[in-house]
């Protein structure tokens, strides 16, 4: 059962460059998120989704786009990235929005340069 | 909005004693307190929850308690083993169109042998 699967586990990327963190879940959840974290800052939401085609702003949108074609795959894309983008993110799923566990993806560590 | 504080943020017991992490939520409306255990290198994963109808919840060596009234809650863990060390983050959700969950700051936990 895979669960939760994020693609790339690391990168660095030059200021400026662009990219997208892959994420695909296959428990058939309604509800996705990614989230950043930074030391010492615990998780902050950067967008989350309720469904194909349906996406919102979090905590930390800044620099960021999303997009939900399918209930499986929700990619997190960065444009121009910056040094402040620098953290570890997370994808997750569920099956209620925000009232039951959340199912974590192994995260990505991005270092921008 | 929500804000969750985390304390300690640093941990440290002799394996076989007991270890507490204590939060605290802004928001009274708050109805679901999750718990999160990471390991080092690894994803956040769900360890236990509480909803605001009940005062307390235990499984095995692992529970929580929440005071409704002092909007705090709190994860206990008893007869601490050296698996048990992880960073433990702790969440408050709020109900509404969006329930959002807002994290704590995360507790390093080193449980020493």
């Known amino acids: 059962n895979a669960g939760v699967t994020q693609t790339p586990k690391f990168r660095i990327l030059k200021i400026g460059q662009s990219m997208t963190l892959q994420c695909t879940q296959d428990?058939?959840?309604?509800?996705m998120y990614w989230y950043r974290q930074d030391p010492g800052m615990g998780l902050k939401l950067i967008y989350y989704?309720?469904?194909?085609?349906?996406?919102d702003k979090g905590e930390v949108p800044n620099g960021y786009n999303v997009s939900r074609s399918t209930t499986e795959d929700f990619p997190l894309r960065l444009e121009l990235a910056a040094p402040s983008q620098t953290s570890v993110y997370f994808c997750a799923s569920s099956t209620v929005l925000g009232d039951t566990e959340a199912f974590f993806g192994q995260g990505t560590r991005l270092t921008v340069v | 909005g929500e804000n969750v504080e985390q304390h300690p943020s640093t941990l440290s017991v002799q394996e076989g004693d007991s270890a507490v992490i204590k939060c605290t939520y802004s928001?009274?409306?708050?109805?679901?307190f999750p718990w999160y255990k990471q390991e080092l290198g690894k994803r956040p994963q769900l360890i236990i929850d509480?909803?605001?109808?009940?005062g307390e919840k235990k499984d095995q060596r692992i529970a929580v308690t929440l005071n409704k009234t002092a909007k705090h809650f709190s994860l206990h863990i008893t007869e601490t083993q050296p698996e048990d060390s992880a960073v433990y983050f702790c969440a408050a959700s709020i109900p509404g169109g969006y329930q959002k969950v807002t994290f704590g700051t995360g507790t390093k936990l080193q449980v020493i042998p």
């Open positions: 509480i909803r605001s109808n009940v």
């Open positions: 928001d009274s409306a708050s109805n679901y």
């Open positions: 989704s309720v469904g194909a085609g349906i996406t």
């Open positions: 428990m058939n959840h309604n509800y």
